[in-house]
């Protein structure tokens, strides 16, 4: 019981943005994604050796599910675990800054074993908040673990972060000892509605 309630607090304190595990994840729908490896991260080696995950492909291609399907292996294993997207990290910090409280917010982020930052490159970010997230990212390196998703290939990076040189070193920090993962370029989700417009 009293493991069951530390689980509990410990997706609770997560912030998922739904309960996807993955166990519930079709691999048979995606045949480019390797599950066996996968399933081998969801043991949580990557954690204690502060690896990070990047999970890369178009929308619609399970990437989001498969991090919070880490999330929720990690929080099984009573980690403490965050869930954000960078756009909410960047906002978080940005706020953070106008009240002058930066390096305490900073603190709190690095206290987690593991965090995930999803949808890096989904929107182009502003110099400072190019300057954050390189912040977050690099304090962790071969620190702590983090997962990341991003619909762009390494070599368009440079127009969601502004400046080519922070570009580099994020790029060097997140694909160091990186678990690289493509998840492909066909969305479930587009098939499963083409699929389900023909059974109607």
């Not at 498969?66 to 756009?87: H, I, N, P, S």
């Not at 987690?112 to 502003?126: C, F």
């Not at 493509?182 to 389900?196: I, L």
């Amino acid at each position: 019981e009293r493991d069951r309630h530390a689980i509990q607090n410990r997706l609770r304190d997560a912030q998922l943005p739904r309960m996807k595990t993955l166990e519930a994840f079709d691999f048979g729908q995606a045949s480019r994604i390797p599950s066996a490896r996968v399933r081998e991260l969801a043991e949580g080696g990557y954690i204690d050796r502060s690896e990070p995950v990047v999970f890369i492909g178009e929308c619609g291609t399970g990437k989001t599910h498969l991090a919070t399907g880490l999330c929720v292996a990690a929080c099984r294993q009573k980690r403490r675990v965050r869930f954000t997207t960078a756009a909410a990290l960047v906002n978080e910090l940005v706020e953070a800054k106008q009240n002058n409280q930066v390096r305490r917010l900073m603190a709190r982020w690095q206290r987690y074993e593991l965090i995930a930052v999803d949808e890096v490159g989904y929107v182009p970010l502003a110099d400072i908040g190019a300057e954050f997230l390189f912040q977050v990212i690099s304090e962790r390196a071969e620190r702590a673990a983090i997962v990341v998703t991003t619909n762009l290939p390494f070599s368009e990076w440079t127009t969601v972060f502004p400046n080519p040189r922070l570009c580099k070193a994020l790029l060097d920090r997140i694909t160091d000892r990186a678990h690289i993962i493509e998840t492909g370029t066909e969305s479930f989700r587009f098939r499963r509605t083409v699929e389900r417009r023909k059974k109607s």
